[in-house]
């Protein structure tokens, strides 16, 4: 479980480097979004894909369906987060983006719950 959230964690953490990449640039700091000339669209596209591990946890885990309201929650923050990103609002986006993985995690608790822990060793 714990190798499941790293991976998922992989895409969604440079994201946060987006806020002060300015700053960090005088000061620096190597992030993706300083070092490499298209930095800020890589940036944005691993916060998208990340979509696809949280949306293969539904498999891995056998969550319940209630699993897809948390993820259909999760696309359209990500939705909006790109479209602040891409608008030059980092400050604002990286901070909603935080609820990301907020709502991936409380999603599979509560699915798991529902679903009686079967994911996790219970029975279905």
Known sequence: VAGFFL???WFL???KNLKGANMDKKRGYK????VLKNGKMLTISLFI???IPMAC????FHLSEIYFIFLTGIVFIQIKVTKLALNGEEDRSVTLSRLTFFIFLGGIII??????????????
């Open 13 to 15: 953490t440079p994201f």
């Open 7 to 9: 991976v998922t964690a």
């Open 49 to 51: 894909l990340a979509i």
């Open 111 to 124: 699915s798991a719950l529902v679903s009686g822990g079967a994911a996790f060793g219970g029975s279905p």
């Open 31 to 34: 992030t993706l979004s300083t």
């Open 57 to 60: 946890a539904y498999f891995v």
